[in-house]
């Protein structure tokens, strides 16, 4: 008989298709008993076929329109009972051994509401790897940029319920303004120094086509729980948003 899951992910996903065999393939050659939950919104590509594939391994998924990215990750970590809970896009991936870094990082630190680790940034256009900005927590850091990368952590599912899980106001920084709000409600998160997931950066992620909404709500969520936004937001953002912007229309034609 399998172990109980010890992990509840969720995976919100649509039209992602090309990635999403590599995000469930990643999840369950971990060495680390999970649920895992697919939330598709109604893809019309090759989603559909690929669910499937997994669906004797899966412990949920439906494909429909939904109320967002927010919305499905709450519903499927509400579907499961484990005692930690995360989320992966369907264009990330765990990196192996990475899941028993974090949990074991939670097992050694109980009270931090979560762990977070290094991640590799691949960028498709590319095809490089580099290293995405990660640090040890701290307020200071954390206000002046997001040290945290999601497909990197990993969260208490006591403190996950304890927050009301992420803001689906929010459409960009749902990830910035759960950190906080956990940091600010039990303790800092714990940093785990070792490369526990990947991040795949290409034409199509939020982050690329949003990128005036995504600096708007993280200001918006740095003014929320630090009081003000260091000046280093407001030197960047031009570079940040209209710049990459612009760099990102070309590699989509």
């Known amino acids: 008989m399998a172990s109980p899951a010890i992990v509840t ?12 065999e590599d995000a469930l393939n990643s999840i369950f050659e971990q060495n680390v008993p999970v649920e895992v939950f697919v939330a598709d919104a109604g893809s019309t590509d090759q989603s559909i076929d690929i ?6 391994r899966l412990s949920g998924w439906r494909s429909h329109a939904d109320r967002g990215q927010a919305a499905a990750i709450n519903e499927g970590i509400a579907k499961g009972t484990a005692t930690y809970v995360g989320w992966l ?5 765990l ?8 949990v074991d990082a939670l097992e050694h630190n109980p009270g931090a509401p979560a762990a977070y680790g ?3 940034n691949y960028v498709e256009a590319t095809d490089a ?7 040890p927590f701290s307020q200071a850091r954390l206000a002046v940029r ?3 990368s999601q497909p990197g952590t990993l969260i208490r599912r006591t403190a996950w319920e304890a927050v009301g899980g992420l803001d689906e106001s929010l459409r960009m920084a749902i990830d910035y303004d759960l950190w906080w709000r956990l940091y600010k409600q039990f303790a800092p998160l714990t940093f785990v120094n070792e490369f526990v997931a990947l991040n795949r950066d290409h034409a199509d992620t939020k982050t690329n086509t949003q990128r005036h909404l995504h600096y708007r709500e993280a200001m918006a969520i740095v003014r929320k729980y630090h009081g003000s936004v260091p000046l280093k937001w407001w030197l960047a953002q031009p570079y940040a948003v ?5 760099a990102n229309a070309f590699q989509r034609h």
């Open 9 to 20: 992910i969720a995976v919100p996903s649509y039209n992602q298709g090309r990635f999403l």
């Open 51 to 56: 669910i499937k594939k997994f669906e004797d």
């Open 89 to 93: 896009n369907s264009d990330d991936m």
């Open 95 to 102: 990196v192996s051994g990475g899941l028993k870094r974090l």
């Open 118 to 120: 290094k991640v590799w």
């Open 129 to 135: 790897r580099r290293s995405v900005w990660v640090e």
């Open 146 to 148: 997001c040290i945290i």
């Open 242 to 246: 209209w710049l990459k912007a612009v």
